[in-house]
């Protein structure tokens, strides 16, 4: 790269002739230098100058290795990442055995009670700590006339009423469901259903008294609505609910399947 004579004006090439101006011998600065260095590396006077410049600047750019490719870096990077994966597996499986374990001894109906209860009984959904229990109580049975034009193949919608007594904060205390008199099972109709029995947005149903299970309504409990479709010609109605260990813990242990049996009509 030229540059010119900051003294006389001469235009020369300072990486040629040392940084010193050949007419009147000036120095060039140590600034200038280094820019004409850096200009210089792939450029040149001639074809082969700059053939030259170019492939010395690849040599260059080849032999800045990263510290990453050194291979004892790589040896102990490959370590941490098979020990990080072993422990992973590791808290993978024990965790495992853990869900499992907890699994099992909720399906273990062998170990579980069988409470019975009728209107009006009042259930304490917690079986070991009495500061932390919520007590429920199902307050009843009706049929939902004004929903049976709503309802097809021999069916017919019943709601069941219950209150809490309230908790620390509001949740989930136990499923639900409704054992019929021929020996089947039914859940508790969800919001998406709710919606098209009721004529109500999801915004209204959840901020109503219908629930898809048993639920506490915060420090002042509730009241709470489920409803169920069952065969028509039952009037007759078997719902049960869980009594756990703990309804704060996210690992609840059943201790107690309580069985509600409900007339329709009935109410205290």
């Known amino acids: 790269m030229k540059i010119n004579c900051t003294a006389c004006g001469k235009k020369y090439d300072p990486l040629k002739k040392n940084g010193i101006c050949p007419a009147c011998g000036m120095h060039v600065t140590e600034d200038q230098m280094a820019l004409c260095q850096q200009n210089d590396r792939v450029r040149g006077d001639s074809v082969s100058e700059v053939l030259r410049s170019y492939l010395n600047e690849r040599l260059r750019k080849q032999q800045t290795r990263s510290r990453l490719r050194d291979k004892k870096i790589q040896f102990i990077l490959c370590g941490l990442l098979a020990l990080a994966m072993v422990c992973v597996g590791l808290w993978g499986y024990f965790r495992y055995k853990d869900r499992l ?129 069952v065969p028509a010609d039952e009037t007759e109605h078997v719902v049960y609910i869980y009594k756990v260990s703990d309804i704060y813990a996210d690992d609840k242990a059943i201790e107690e399947l309580c069985e509600f049996t409900l007339r329709e009509g009935e109410s205290s």
């Open 101 to 229: 374990e907890y699994y099992r001894s909720q399906r273990g109906s062998e170990t579980v009670s069988t409470g019975r209860y009728s209107a009006g009984d009042t259930v304490a959904l917690s079986g070991r700590d009495a500061g932390n229990s919520v007590s429920v109580r199902i307050t009843g049975c009706k049929v939902r006339e004004d929903l049976a034009a709503k309802v097809e193949g021999g069916f017919k919608i019943i709601e069941v009423g219950y209150e809490d007594s309230g908790s620390e904060y509001s949740l989930k205390l136990s499923d639900a469901y409704v054992r019929t008199g021929s020996g089947g099972t039914a859940s508790v109709l969800d919001r998406f259903y709710l919606q098209r029995l009721l004529d109500m947005t999801e915004d209204e149903i959840r901020d109503s008294e219908y629930e898809q299970g048993i639920y506490s309504g915060g420090p002042e409990g509730g009241k709470h609505k489920m409803l169920f479709a």
